[in-house]
């Protein structure tokens, strides 16, 4: 089973920036579906940005023009580039894997999913 590690988390004041970063133990994944997910106190956990094998990225409304997703396949590694935090962005954030369907296609249906990081706490303060 692929292994997720993220690191990167911690606190920081609004308007400041993180990047955090999560790093896979099969380079199949990092060419793969690889994504950010997260987590608050009382909330369900919703997907915030994903990036599949062709480089092609999705984001949530609420992160759109402040975070960036990128991977290096070189590294195994994919990262969250977060700009103009906000204290509504305290959360749990989580990398996550999946394999494409036999179209190369990623579907990211939460339940699904098979492959999890522990997570990493970020922190926003007004």
């Known amino acids: 089973q692929v292994q997720l590690v993220e690191s990167g988390g911690g606190s920081v004041q609004a308007g400041e920036s993180l990047r955090l970063s999560c790093a896979a133990s099969?380079?199949?994944?990092?060419?793969?579906?690889m994504g950010w997910f997260r987590q608050a106190p009382g909330k369900e956990r919703e997907g915030v940005a994903v990036?599949?094998?062709?480089?092609?990225?999705h984001y949530a409304g609420s992160v759109q023009g402040r975070f960036t997703i990128g991977k290096d396949n070189a590294k195994n590694t994919l990262y969250l580039l977060m700009s103009s935090l906000r204290p509504e962005d305290t959360a749990t954030y989580y990398c996550?894997?999946?394999?494409?369907?036999?179209?190369?296609?990623?579907?990211?249906?939460?339940?699904?999913?098979?492959?999890w990081g522990q997570g990493t706490q970020v922190t926003v303060s007004s």
């Open positions: 996550a894997a999946d394999v494409p369907d036999s179209l190369g296609r990623c579907s990211w249906y939460d339940p699904h999913i098979p492959h």
């Open positions: 990036i599949g094998g062709d480089g092609s990225d």
């Open positions: 099969k380079s199949s994944y990092s060419s793969g579906c």
